[in-house]
Antibody, heavy 120, light 109 residues
Framework: QVQLQESGPGLVKPSETLSLTCTVS????????WTWIRQPPGKGLEWIGNIYYTGQTYYDPSLKSRVTISVDTSKNHFALILSSVIAADTAVYYCGRWSKSGNTWRLDYWGPGTLVTVSS | QTVVTQEPSLTVSPGGTVTLTCASS?????????PNWFQQKPGQVPRALIYNTDNKYSWTPARFSGSLLGGKAALTLSGVQPEDEAEYYC?????????FGGGTQLTVL
């Protein structure tokens, strides 16, 4: 059974950099797309970006200038970096796995999420 | 900036039928947007319900179905149960990026 687990600091100061890691267990990071999604308190879901296990990335245009997603296949994990954070970046951050087969896209596994608060 | 629009809230009686829709600011939603639907209950992780417009996961109850309706993606619940009260989100594909709808709060009353 594939499991994902987010990890990283729960508190980040304004203007600093948010860094999270998603560790994948019970399956290989290879041959899949992986994603970061966030949810500000009391608000809806926001797609941040995807990464293929080869390293190809796709980002939400509104965050593209501040976001970097990377993958480490040797450690079976992928990471999110969000720079120059502001209070509006406070959210629960989820990592997830896409299963893509031909023209089929399934976002079938999610991590439990981790709350990151931006505050001084 | 692409906007995906859902009904903010809907109310349905137990045993009733309700349809939630998902519209794109770019025009009609087609199967090429690979509509995905998710259910989220308070304090829980979102759970995938539907992928590629109308495909169910092994855990998706039979009363949930996905379709395209009038240029929108749609999620229909038939024979609604009290436990279906939740927030529902659609997710659409824009050729390398994805956009969530704002969510529909479904109340079963």
């Amino acid at each position: 059974q594939v499991q994902l687990q987010e990890s990283g600091p729960g508190l980040v100061k304004p203007s600093e950099t948010l860094s999270l890691t998603c560790t994948v267990s019970g399956g290989s990071i290879s041959d899949h797309y992986w994603t970061w999604i966030r949810q500000p308190p009391g608000k809806g879901l926001e797609w941040i970006g995807n990464i293929y296990y080869t390293g190809q990335t796709y980002y939400d245009p509104s965050l593209k200038s501040r976001v970097t997603i990377s993958v480490d296949t040797s450690k079976n994990h992928f990471a999110l970096i969000l720079s120059s954070v502001i209070a509006a970046d406070t959210a629960v951050y989820y990592c997830g796995r896409w299963s893509k087969s031909g023209n089929t896209w399934r976002l079938d596994y999610w991590g439990p999420g981790t709350l990151v608060t931006v505050s001084s | 900036q692409t906007v995906v629009t859902q009904e903010p809230s809907l109310t349905v009686s137990p045993g009733g039928t309700v349809t939630l829709t998902c519209a794109s600011s770019t025009g009609a939603v087609t199967s090429g947007y690979y509509p995905n639907w998710f259910q989220q209950k308070p304090g829980q992780v979102p759970r995938a319900l539907i992928y590629n417009t109308d495909n169910k996961y092994s855990w998706t109850p039979a009363r949930f179905s996905g379709s395209l309706l009038g240029g929108k993606a749609a999620l229909t619940l038939s024979g609604v149960q009290p436990e279906d009260e939740a927030e529902y989100y659609c997710l659409l594909y824009y050729g390398a990026t994805w956009v969530f709808g704002g969510g529909t709060q479904l109340t079963v009353l």
